[in-house]
């Protein structure tokens, strides 16, 4: 399928585990060679999977994707508190889970789900009085988020390995899958923490259908060779 990047495209990416969002934003811009090149949903750099990338006119869509409902798998560390809600800080308390049963993880999980008032990570990038939070939290400054109202469709636990619980979570936008573990382990009485995020779907976007950064780096060396083999 040829792509027409100038005018518009809307590209499903792999997020490579590390990179900002806009890290793969800055990639596809250099790459592609057009200016006119937004996201539709940030991830956080430990985090992987679907990133949409919208380029040309279907920029005016970037709202429009990211408004629709969200699906994530990924690995929450019960007995293990982070003050980012994830592996980006050092856990700096640890409590025994061992106690726990299949039955009441289950259990506590589904007290999530519906609509639920939410209060974001302060190692994210709401603003608060003009900074982001993230920013505040790393200098060490007192940072008060409030909740958000927030839609939990699904809340499933799919495994668990000792203190590892595999999940799928259906939500809307605006959640926050760090917030929701660290939720959870307080919920349990042990803590918790992210440990492994990936987003598998948005709307009717899946991870399956994706591409990744080489294919977009290979799709445009090819454009170029066409275009040069064509006009000598």
């Given at each position: 399928m040829p792509y027409d990047f100038a005018a518009g495209e809307i590209l499903l990416l792999n997020k490579p585990l590390d990179w900002t969002s806009f890290d793969v934003v800055k990639k596809v811009r250099n790459t592609?060679?057009?200016?006119?090149?937004?996201?539709?949903?940030?991830?956080?750099?430990?985090?992987?999977g679907l990133l949409i990338l919208c380029t040309g006119k279907y920029t005016k869509r970037i709202d429009e994707i990211q408004g629709q409902e969200k699906e994530?798998?990924?690995?929450?560390?019960?007995?293990?508190?982070?003050?980012s809600y994830d592996r980006e800080t050092e856990v700096?308390?640890?409590?025994?889970?061992?106690?726990?049963?299949?039955?009441?993880?289950?259990?506590?999980?589904q007290t999530f789900v519906g609509t639920i008032e939410q209060i974001p990570p302060i190692y994210s990038a709401v603003q608060v009085d003009g900074k982001r939070a993230y920013d505040l939290a790393r200098k060490g400054k007192a940072v008060e988020l409030k909740p958000r109202t927030i839609t939990i469709d699904a809340f499933d636990i799919t495994s668990i390995n000792g203190p590892e619980v595999a999940f799928r979570v259906v939500c809307s936008k605006g959640t926050y899958i760090r917030s929701?573990?660290?939720?959870?382990?307080?919920?349990?009485?042990?803590?918790?923490?992210?440990?492994?995020?990936?987003?598998t779907r948005i709307g009717e976007y899946k991870l399956a259908d994706a591409?990744?950064?080489e294919d977009i780096v290979e799709i445009r060396r090819k454009q170029l060779e066409d275009a040069n083999g064509s006009n000598p």
């Open positions: 592609i060679r057009v200016k006119k090149v937004g996201h539709a949903g940030t991830l956080d750099p430990l985090a992987t994530y798998t990924g690995i929450i560390r019960l007995g293990e508190s982070t003050p700096t308390e640890t409590r025994d889970s061992s106690h726990l049963t299949e039955a009441e993880i289950k259990a506590a999980a929701l573990a660290h939720d959870l382990g307080e919920k349990l009485g042990v803590g918790g923490h992210l440990s492994k995020l990936e987003r591409l990744t950064i």
